[in-house]
């Protein structure tokens, strides 16, 4: 393939972030600038496909991991909470990017997009709730999942209350 020669002028600033950027391997600017090219275009086809999305959020969040993964190591603590969440993120946002149809065309098409999002997210909500059942503690902070498990459970009786009222009416 014949290669096209491009030149550009860019800031102090960016030749600096340029020269100290690390991306799949590449040397000089003009190695940079193709890795930065490729990344982008692939991140453009990927982002109507759920597995090349799913994919490229993964690769994103690595390095976030990879320190958390380090520091709890070194530290000898775990969160289970927090290895959820961030394991269940790249799904919900790959969902996000693929499922809604490019043009929406009709109500029905928001709601499934709707109930999708509301599902997944019901999922993570359902398995915090099954870590703090675990009689070992999972988290960094042991009050973490507690605090929240009290104010949702209010508002789940608040919730409960009003529809048997609601219920009455009928």
């Known amino acids: 393939m014949k290669k096209i020669q491009i030149g ?13 950027l690390e991306i799949n391997g590449a040397k000089t ?21 759920f597995t ?24 000898n603590i ?7 969440i961030l394991d269940w993120l790249p799904e919900f946002y790959a969902y996000c990017l693929c499922s809604l149809p490019e043009t929406i065309e009709s109500e029905q098409n928001l709601q499934m997009y709707e109930k999708g999002a509301v599902d997944r997210v019901a999922r993570l909500f359902e398995s915090l ?8 503690g999972t988290t960094y902070n042991s009050g973490v999942l507690k605090e929240h498990i009290a104010s949702l459970s209010e508002t789940m009786k608040i919730i409960e ?7 009455r009416k009928k």
Do not use: W
Request: proline share 5%.
């Open 161 to 167: 209350h009003t529809s048997h009222i609601t219920e």
């Open 8 to 20: 550009a002028r860019i800031s102090p600033e960016d030749a600096d972030f340029l020269n100290l």
């Open 29 to 49: 600017p003009s190695d940079k600038l193709r890795a930065i090219i490729e990344e982008a275009r692939l991140r453009r086809e990927y982002s109507h496909e």
């Open 78 to 84: 775990h969160s289970a909470p927090l290895a959820r």
């Open 129 to 136: 709730l099954h870590l703090e059942l675990s009689v070992q």
């Open 52 to 75: 090349g999305s799913y994919r490229m959020i993964q690769e994103q969040l690595a390095p976030i991991i990879e320190r958390i993964k380090q520091t709890e190591f070194e530290q």
